[in-house]
T-cell receptor, first 110, second 118 residues
Framework: TQLLEQSPQFLSIQEGENLTVYCNSS?????LQWYRQEPGEGPVLLVT?????EVKKLKRLTFQFGDARKDSSLHITAAQPGDTGLYLC??????????FGTGTSLTVIP | DTGVSQNPRHKITKRGQNVTFRCDPI?????LYWYRQTLGQGPEFLTY????????KSRLLSDRFSAERPKGSFSTLEIQRTEQGDSAMYLC????????????????FGPGTRLTVL
């Protein structure tokens, strides 16, 4: 059992559609981060959220940290083929342990 | 600085052989992490160093695995007597940690070393 479960595991959508990826846990996290990873490369940090209820926007990407700091979501508006990749949430528990989520593989079809 | 580098990028070996990977972190970073990642899954933590001290090791790191960071700069990860189950991407990351582990610590990842054990 993974500490951070992501859903869906796979997502294939048409260019221009919107999507949401979820990251859930039964544990409280001091912070949550979202990464994007392209094939053959390491993960690249997109954002860090630290306050319950916090919302951050990065162009067409909106990140939200749950009020109880146990979950997070990533919403992409008008997806583009360049958004294709593996999206990973990750976070520090209140015990300073760092975990990655199970990953969501996104394919945006032109 | 060009970021975290890892060598080799790819390694194919036969079962039972030993392999060693190298990671060069961002120069001023004091913390260095090793992860293992299988296809389509999230990375799994293996171990991390603060300067030259190895502070934590995952239970995933069996006695066939050893990591060093002798001068607090580059690090090596050695796998002895490789098994087919060791096939994975091995990722290294570094961070600049101020004080004890910080929940805003930002890790910068290298491109990884893909290991294939035949």
């Amino acid at each position: 059992t993974q500490l951070l479960e992501q859903s869906p595991q796979f997502l294939s959508i048409q260019e221009g559609e919107n999507l949401t990826v979820y990251c859930n846990s039964s544990s409280v996290f001091s912070s949550l981060q979202w990464y994007r990873q392209e094939p053959g490369e390491g993960p690249v940090l997109l954002v860090t959220v630290v306050t319950g209820g916090e919302v951050k926007k990065l162009k067409r990407l909106t990140f939200q940290f749950g009020d109880a700091r146990k979950d997070s979501s990533l919403h992409i508006t008008a997806a583009q083929p360049g958004d294709t990749g593996l999206y990973l949430c990750a976070g520090y528990t209140t015990g300073n342990q760092f975990y990655f989520g199970t990953g969501t593989s996104l394919t945006v079809i032109p | 600085d060009t970021g975290v580098s890892q060598n080799p990028r790819h390694k194919i070996t036969k079962r039972g052989q030993n392999v060693t990977f190298r990671c060069d972190p961002i120069s001023e970073h004091n913390r260095l992490y090793w992860y293992r990642q299988t296809l389509g899954q999230g990375p799994e933590f293996l171990t991390y160093f603060q300067n030259e001290a190895q502070l934590e090791k995952s239970r995933l790191l069996s006695d066939r695995f050893s990591a060093e960071r002798p001068k607090g700069s580059f690090s090596t990860l050695e796998i002895q007597r490789t098994e087919q189950g060791d096939s994975a991407m091995y990722l290294c990351a570094s961070s600049l940690a101020r004080g004890f582990v910080s929940f805003t610590d930002t890790q910068y990842f290298g491109p990884g070393t893909r290991l294939t054990v035949l």
